[in-house]
C-alpha cells in the first residue's frame, strides 16, 4: 500500500456546490475509485486549499489511474469539478492536483 497526498485551490464562488457534489458523490465515481484499487480517500478543506489523501492498494498505479481516466462517468464527474479548482502554480507537470511528498507517518 502506498500513501498518496495532493492539493488543489477550489474558486471561492463554487465552494458551496463542490460540497454539495462530493457531499452525494455519484456512486459510479465512488465504485471506479475502489475498482482503481483507491481506498481510504478523503479530502478536507482549509479556506481555498483542498487537500487529497488516499492509499492505493494495486499494483500498477498507472495502469489504474489510465482506466479511472478512461471511464466517461469520472470524465463526466471531472468536466464538472474541474471549472470549479485552480491547480497550483507550483505542481509537475501534467498534474492537476499538486502531488506532495510524504514527510512523515505514524500508525
Not at 89 to 98: F, I, P
Request: glycine share 4%; with cysteine.
Amino acid at each position: 500500500m502506498k500513501r498518496y497526498g495532493s492539493m488543489i485551490k477550489v474558486r471561492p464562488e463554487f465552494l458551496d456546490a463542490y460540497k454539495k457534489y462530493h457531499a452525494a458523490a455519484w456512486p459510479e465515481v465512488l465504485a471506479m475509485i475502489r475498482k482503481c484499487n483507491i481506498r481510504n480517500y478523503s479530502i478536507y478543506l482549509k479556506d481555498d486549499v483542498l487537500f487529497g489523501y488516499f492509499e492505493y492498494h494495486g499494483t500498477d498505479y498507472s495502469d489504474d489511474i489510465a482506466k479511472m481516466a478512461a471511464d466517461p462517468k469520472t470524465q463526466e464527474w471531472w468536466a464538472i469539478m474541474m471549472p470549479m479548482q485552480i491547480p497550483l502554480e507550483t505542481r509537475g507537470q501534467g498534474e492537476w492536483w499538486a502531488n506532495m511528498e510524504e514527510v512523515f507517518h505514524c500508525d
